[in-house]
């Protein structure tokens, strides 16, 4: 099985902030990674898929890059309304997240 | 416009079984695959099982294979889930999600999510 390490477990950022987070595959999963957002008692939202596409409907703020095994997730200017758990998920076989990030307003 | 809507869950006592369903409006469902992806109270997401466009194929997590079936129905436009021999562990709110590969094999990731339904095994 391929596991998905997601790096900072919770953070805490100000709005306007530059906020990154990485997820590290076990083994080479190329460019078969996706982000999601997911809000307190909402289901996920998917905000990019093949490591880099953003979704459509998106705000562009958000961004993802990596391939093979690491990978990272960026908001650039944070808003109030990105307070959320972000999740990783590796679709290179069958799919796994990783174990999200807690992000919260200073 | 996907909208995507589970019903089914409850409470549940260990050793029973549960059917999970979820209906579709608004895509064309019999085009994609959809999935079932569950969360623990407290927890992270994991995926749970797939099912291909057109039914022909099935693939479930480890967790729940030999336990779990998914199936679909195209005709009425709805996923459903049958859960059996549930156990502590199966707690979870359940998601049905549609994958975004049309009329191929799935992508294995998610582009439009029910808003879940809770699953509670507990005697």
């Known amino acids: 099985d391929i596991q998905m390490t997601q790096s900072p477990s919770s953070l805490s950022a100000s709005v306007g902030d530059r906020v990154t987070i990485t997820c590290q595959a076990s083994?080479?999963?190329?460019?078969?990674l996706s982000w999601y957002q997911q809000k307190p008692g909402k289901a996920p939202k998917l905000l990019i898929y093949?490591?880099?596409n953003l979704q459509t409907g998106v705000p562009s703020r958000f961004s993802g890059s990596g391939s093979g095994t690491d990978f990272t997730f960026t908001i650039n200017s944070l808003q109030p309304e990105d307070i959320a758990t972000y999740y990783c998920?590796?679709?290179?076989?069958?799919?796994?997240f990783g174990q999200g990030t807690r992000l919260e307003i200073k | 416009q996907v909208q995507l809507v589970e019903s089914g869950g409850g409470v549940v006592q260990p050793g029973r079984s549960l059917r999970l369903s979820c209906v579709d409006s608004?895509?064309?469902?019999?085009?994609?695959?959809m999935h079932w992806v569950r969360q623990a109270p407290g927890k992270g997401l994991e995926w749970v099982a797939v099912?291909?466009?057109?039914?022909?194929?099935?693939y479930y997590a480890d967790s729940v294979k030999g336990r779990f079936t998914i199936s679909r129905d195209n005709s009425k436009n709805t996923l459903d889930l049958q859960m059996s021999s549930l156990r502590a562990e199966d707690t979870a709110v359940y998601y049905c999600?549609?994958?975004?590969?049309?009329?191929?094999?799935?992508?294995?990731?998610?582009?439009?999510w029910g808003q879940g339904i809770l699953v509670t095994v507990s005697s």
């Open positions: 083994q080479d999963i190329s460019n078969y």
């Open positions: 093949d490591a880099s």
């Open positions: 608004g895509f064309s469902f019999s085009s994609y695959g």
């Open positions: 999600a549609k994958d975004p590969a049309r009329y191929r094999g799935p992508l294995y990731y998610f582009d439009s």
């Open positions: 099912i291909s466009y057109d039914g022909s194929n099935e």
């Open positions: 998920q590796q679709y290179d076989n069958l799919p796994r």
